[in-house]
């Protein structure tokens, strides 16, 4: 890819979350910062993982998932949570992320974000090197008034910085 395009798609500023993952005994964590709600109705949004992400594979098997939007103050989670894999580390343990029940999913959201939003995979795409991933959104709280973390330029920023 030319350094032009490269320059150019960075200028794109995207909020941060987190996608968990809960199936069986594993719970997994991965920073994503390509999201965005593609539908109002239903209620949709859409994820781009990496093809390799362990919470991928958590994915496919539980059929579900949780977006936690993440807070301005939430950097140090995003940065651990996006260079760590959960094939080799508990992130919730490590970090002491604390979670919750979700309403309707079997994936705890987490506690401190800004919202989480309870989702069934309904759709799941390859497209270039990233799998887009369909959620519909069954269940949602907002738990802060926060502003949220965003990634531009390759780095996190706090909102107005």
Not at 20 to 35: I, N, P, Q, R, S
Request: with cysteine.
């Amino acid at each position: 890819m030319s350094s032009d395009i490269t320059r150019a798609l960075s200028k794109i500023a995207c909020p941060c979350g987190l996608v968990g993952v809960k199936h069986g005994e594993k719970h997994d964590l991965t920073t994503v910062a390509w999201f965005t709600q593609e539908s109002s109705d239903p209620p949709q949004v859409m994820v781009a993982l990496h093809p390799h992400r362990y919470v991928l594979e958590l994915m496919d098997a539980a059929g579900e998932f949780v977006l936690s939007i993440l807070a301005e103050d939430q950097e140090n989670i995003a940065v651990f949570c996006g260079t760590h894999s959960g094939r080799n580390v508990d992130k919730i343990k490590e970090l002491g992320i604390a979670t919750e029940p979700a309403a309707v999913v079997a994936t705890p959201g987490v506690k401190d974000a800004l919202a989480n939003l309870e989702c069934k995979v309904s759709g799941r795409y390859q497209s270039g090197d990233h799998v887009i991933v369909v959620g519909q959104v069954v269940a949602a709280n907002v738990k802060s008034n926060k502003k949220p973390l965003l990634y531009f330029e390759h780095n996190f920023i706090r909102w107005g910085q």
